[in-house]
């Protein structure tokens, strides 16, 4: 069923599912405000959550770390994944316990292992070779035990952009197959880090949820194999990665994708007996949130016509990244949406948003 979370009543454009009017967020207009709706994050948890076999959903706080927002998704009853101690302590603040906190992130310190691993840390996910090697010094030295998750690369193509499909044989992030079975045979004679976890992230912006198919195809036997050398293993880290369709806000459609990436779950992992974790980001926030900006001028030049925004990528980034496609439903917002509508009928405002201008 179709639930458009942008749309027009009445001439106003409305956000959310109770279709709160925008209008009323710049009544007194100084700036351009983010305005979030934590209906629409409320409701992904609960959805998620109504995965019956899930262990924990951990918040990728990557993908917002507002602190009232990080405040909210605690008491929704997530924990956190988190790629810094930066983020970690923001977690903290927040009101997530160290025992709530999944350290993901290919680039860690020996600073902050050390800082987390003190504290007691949930999960560590490893991503290389040495970064291992780097976790038993420190829980020698400290004389800590530590649990970790190894990251796979099940070599599965995520179908997205290129530099945000993060699993492939040749990415940065991850172990290769082969690279992790040395790291499990390690960790199978290592007595202060135990392996409690594997875990494998395909990237982000996930549209076609097939690819989780292929990635549960490899690596339900590598977690078996891994088990067997490793009998502590009884966590499975599937990631985050499911993504929405920036052309049109519908939360009908983004609930079917999150229910048909469940029954895959629960048809691949009735069999399989394991404490299931998700690290979602996007997929619970990037509905969230609109951020409202003032026309400061219309340009026209001979081939193209021009809204100059009192915003941009100091507020919000994405348009610039990644080839991203976000569409710009504020602009045509302001008083000048009336005088010159008609200037904006170009056709491929409307067909992505299927707003009546
Ligand atoms: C290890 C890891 N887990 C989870 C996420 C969250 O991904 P998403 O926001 O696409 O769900 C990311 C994103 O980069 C990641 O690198």
């Known amino acids: ?31 351009p405000v983010l305005v ?8 992904r948890i609960n959805w998620i959550k109504g995965w019956k ?7 990728a706080v990557k993908s917002n770390f507002n602190l009232d927002i990080l405040k909210f998704i605690k008491n929704a009853g997530c924990g956190a994944d988190v790629v810094s101690v930066g983020e970690i302590k923001r977690s903290l603040e927040a009101g997530f316990a160290m025992s709530d906190i999944i350290f993901s992130g290919v680039g860690k310190s ?14 560590i996910n490893i991503e290389s070779h040495s970064e291992l090697k780097k976790i038993i010094e420190i829980s020698e030295r400290l004389g800590r035990n530590v649990s970790v998750g190894l990251r796979i690369n099940p070599e599965v193509d995520a179908e997205t952009h290129k530099s945000i499909s ?4 040749d990415s940065k992030f991850g172990l290769d197959m082969q690279t992790g079975r040395e790291c499990i045979e390690i960790l199978s004679k290592t007595k202060n880090v135990k392996l409690k976890a594997l875990s494998f992230h395909l990237g982000s912006q996930i549209l076609n949820i ?3 198919e292929k990635a549960l195809a490899v690596m339900k036997p590598y977690y078996l194999e891994a088990k067997a050398k490793c009998p502590d293993l009884d966590r499975f880290d599937l990631g985050g990665g499911i993504g929405i369709d920036y052309t049109d806000a519908d939360s009908g459609v983004d609930q079917s994708r999150w229910l048909l990436l469940q029954s895959l779950y629960e048809k691949e992992l009735s ?19 609109v951020l409202l900006a003032r026309v400061e001028i219309i ?38 949406r009336r005088r010159i509508c008609s200037d904006l009928r170009c056709g491929r405002l409307r067909k992505c948003h299927g707003i009546p201008l």
């Open 1 to 31: 069923m179709s639930r458009k979370l942008l749309q027009y009543k009445n001439g106003n454009l409305c956000f959310g599912p109770n279709a709160v009017p925008l209008s009323k967020f710049v009544e007194n207009y100084k700036q």
């Open 36 to 43: 979030y709706d934590l209906n629409i994050i409320r409701e």
């Open 53 to 59: 076999g899930l262990g924990q959903v951990h918040f």
């Open 110 to 123: 020996r600073e902050e292992l050390s800082w987390a691993i003190e504290r007691g840390i949930y999960q």
């Open 166 to 169: 993060t699993a492939l044989k």
């Open 210 to 212: 097939s690819v989780y």
């Open 271 to 289: 069999d399989f007996k394991a404490t299931y974790l998700l690290e979602i980001g996007r997929f619970i926030v990037a509905r969230s949130g």
């Open 299 to 336: 340009k026209n030049n001979p081939f193209k016509k021009f809204l100059v925004l009192d915003t941009g990528m100091t507020h919000i980034m994405r348009p610039a990244l990644y080839n991203a496609f976000h569409g710009h439903c504020a602009r045509i917002y302001t008083d000048c």
